[in-house]
């Protein structure tokens, strides 16, 4: 069973920081893995899909990484704003996904 | 504007009264999903479907129907709802592997 661990489980940064979130899993055998962000009380956006073959993504401050051989995935933040502040979290999908309980990040201003 | 469209979005019922969470997606999907989000046990699957008549459990099925008549819903049922079903619950959809899972604003049920 595909267990999904994040670190850390929050994180309060100042603007402008660059910042990375981690993500493990302990089933390597995985077809992509997703990146969400989810805002208090809403649905979840996709923000970075990364397939089994790639290493990396990027759309615009976003970079995600993965090592789908040690079970590893980054979301690197490049200068953080306030606008930021949410919760991630990251879903290896193997026939289905499984989710992680999330990193809640607060950009202080 | 492609979406998942779920409502209600907050729902309040009492033990055992019958209620169905609609779920409709605008863009052609194959493969929809529902889960349910609890504090301090992230997100699970209750049920999804790779297509038209076709759907499965997840990992936490146990009070909950679902079915798949139309390409485009995917309703959820809970025929005598209790309060352990107190949840927010999600519904998503994906045309392929590969592709970015979309997900509906959630629906906030309370059972009391």
């Known amino acids: 069973k595909q267990e999904v661990t994040q670190i850390p489980a929050a994180l309060s940064v100042p603007e402008g920081e660059n910042l990375v979130l981690n993500c493990s899993f302990t089933?390597?055998?995985?077809?992509?893995l997703q990146w969400f962000r989810q805002d208090p009380g809403k649905g979840l956006t996709s923000l970075l899909l990364?397939?089994?073959?790639?290493r990396e993504q990027t759309s615009g401050r976003l970079n995600a990484s993965l090592d789908k051989s040690s079970g590893r995935s980054t979301l690197y933040i490049a200068a953080s704003q306030p606008g930021d502040s949410a919760t991630y979290l990251c879903a290896p999908y193997a026939g289905k996904s499984t989710f992680g309980d999330g990193t809640t990040l607060t950009v202080k201003p | 504007e492609a979406q998942v469209t779920q409502n209600p979005r907050y729902l309040i019922t009492v033990t055992g009264k019958k209620l169905t969470v609609t779920c409709s997606q605008n863009m052609n999907h194959e493969y929809m999903s529902w889960y349910r989000q609890d504090p301090g046990l992230g997100l699970r699957q209750i049920y999804y479907?790779?297509?038209?008549?076709?759907?499965d459990k997840g990992d936490v099925p146990e009070g909950y129907k679902v079915s798949r008549k139309e390409k485009r819903n995917f309703p959820l049922i809970l025929e005598s709802p209790s309060p352990n079903q107190t949840s927010l619950y999600f519904c998503a959809s994906t045309d392929r592997v590969n592709s970015p899972l979309h997900f509906g604003n959630g629906t906030r049920l309370t059972v009391t």
């Open positions: 089933d390597s055998a995985i077809y992509n």
């Open positions: 479907s790779m297509n038209v008549e076709v759907t």
């Open positions: 990364i397939q089994s073959s790639q």
